[in-house]
């Protein structure tokens, strides 16, 4: 599988050459070019954000839908926690859980459950190795992928654990082989998920070499199927729930460091957010932090673009459920002891570097900066690249103009325009001289390089529109 998989894809046709997503994505990996947007698959880490802006709904993420249930001879339903967090007075998990199997699905495993596993894991990395804090929580696979182009230094100090989806997936699949005697390729795990940021990992995965996970569904698409049945079963709901209040608690922003005991944490949710917090933690600028939680959505998994609720309502309603629950109801055992660790490390992917050598690269630094001194510092996007500095980049690598700046592009027309006046005026002067025939050749010359200009700047105009 390409280790740059993305589930984030934009849809062209509906794309309408506006600037929202170029402003709003964290690593700048969406240029406008030609009157469309365009995602460049090394600097995507799947957040979501420019689905999220995009008015004309041109960015949608690729998953699951629930026809592939009927691929597999035995189904297990993986609920995220956030799923509970969507429906209005829910007092039992046990609901939406028996709601599931009437959806068709044959078992059910609560990422939550696991979650209370990988909390109990957690405790004890923290008290065995102190010499990695603070430790940065790996739960957010969009933060994983985020470290890992962008933060190389803070690799070591990632939480070298699977995130409860995978312990999850693990356990659920184990389980089902034993319990049917199928092969585990007529065993389907699915998950269903809050955001695009999980069908990347599930398709791609860091950490282990292949992810149990074997289908991804939206939130959004299992809610209404999951309403009718959930009425069905309030009069004979069995007691299939095994996660408490930490597990459930994972689902908002601040629920993942809660179950560890501690108060010296840090909780950020919200990309931009996050990498001020990276930036922060990578000068050092935290003294006497243990952990950090980090979700690349606002509110945490709640605030995913898969979910139908509003991510602060959607808290709330976390917070009452919490409320009929035990502390905790999972442990880690033998079985989760050997799915919990990860199997192989994160390798830092030096996308952003501008030359394939430190010369290279620090020869090219120099000629963004001459850049970015020409430019205007404005920002505007009408490039269509987000900052002044991007484009430069953009130039120094060959994928980009100096007249694709839109201000650039005018003051050189105005220069040209004043040239032509003092040409004009030199012809006149030397008609009367009987030797104007130069002057003519270089007037021409300049109205053709105006001519130029202008189109540029037509066409610039056109894509605008």
Request: hydrophobic fraction near 35%.
């Amino acid at each position: 599988m390409d280790k740059f998989y993305h589930s984030v894809r934009l849809d062209a046709e509906l794309c309408k050459g506006c600037i929202n997503c170029i402003k709003r994505c964290p690593t700048e990996a969406i240029r406008v070019r030609g009157g469309k947007a365009q995602i460049n698959s090394k600097f995507c880490i799947d957040c979501g954000e420019c689905i999220r802006v995009c008015p004309h709904h041109a960015k949608h993420a690729v998953y699951d839908k629930l026809e592939a249930m009927k691929q597999y001879q035995y189904t297990v339903a993986l609920p995220a926690p956030t799923l509970y967090s969507q429906f209005n007075n829910l007092d039992d998990v046990n609901i939406v859980l028996n709601a599931l199997l009437l959806m068709g699905f044959d078992d059910v495993f609560e990422v939550s459950a696991a979650a209370e596993m990988v909390s109990e894991a957690t405790r004890e990395y923290l008290e065995s190795h102190r010499e990695s804090l603070p430790v940065i929580s790996t739960a957010c696979p969009s933060v994983v992928r985020l470290i890992r182009v962008r933060f190389p230094n803070l690799i070591p100090h990632m939480l070298p654990l699977n995130p409860p989806v995978e312990v999850a997936a693990a356990l659920a699949a184990k389980h089902a082989v034993e319990k049917t005697g199928l092969p585990r390729n007529q065993i389907g795990i699915f998950f269903i998920s809050p955001c695009p940021s999980k069908v990347t990992y599930a398709k791609a995965p860091l950490g282990t070499e292949k992810s149990q996970v074997d289908r991804v569904l939206a939130i959004k698409d299992v809610y209404p199927k999951l309403l009718s049945r959930m009425k069905a079963v309030r009069d004979d709901c069995q007691d299939i729930g095994k996660a408490g209040k930490i597990g459930i608690s994972w689902g908002r922003s601040g629920g993942e460091a809660s179950g560890l005991f501690t108060e010296n944490y840090l909780a950020a949710d919200g990309i931009e957010n996050v990498i001020r917090v990276l930036e922060d933690l990578e000068d050092q600028k935290f003294t006497n932090l243990k952990f950090v939680e980090l979700n690349a959505c606002p509110g945490g998994c709640v605030g995913g673009v898969l979910t139908v609720e509003n991510p602060y309502v959607a808290e709330v309603k976390l917070n009452r459920l919490r409320k009929y629950l035990p502390v905790t109801r999972s442990h880690v055992e033998e079985e989760g002891q050997q799915v919990i660790p990860w199997t192989t490390g994160v390798q830092y992917e030096p996308v952003f570097r501008l030359g394939n050598t430190m010369m290279e690269s620090f020869s090219r630094l120099n000629q963004v900066e001459r850049l970015c001194k020409k430019l205007p510092g404005l920002d505007c996007g009408s490039c269509g690249a987000p900052t002044c500095k991007a484009l430069a980049e953009d130039i120094v690598r060959g994928e980009a103009v100096e007249t694709d700046c839109v201000y650039n592009l005018r003051e050189n027309l105005h220069k040209l325009s004043e040239e032509v006046a003092v040409l004009a005026g030199d012809l006149s002067g030397r008609d009367r001289n009987g030797s104007g025939e130069e002057t003519v050749k270089l007037l021409k010359d300049y109205i053709q390089r105006i001519s130029e200009e202008m189109a540029v700047l037509d066409n610039r105009e056109d894509e605008e529109e």
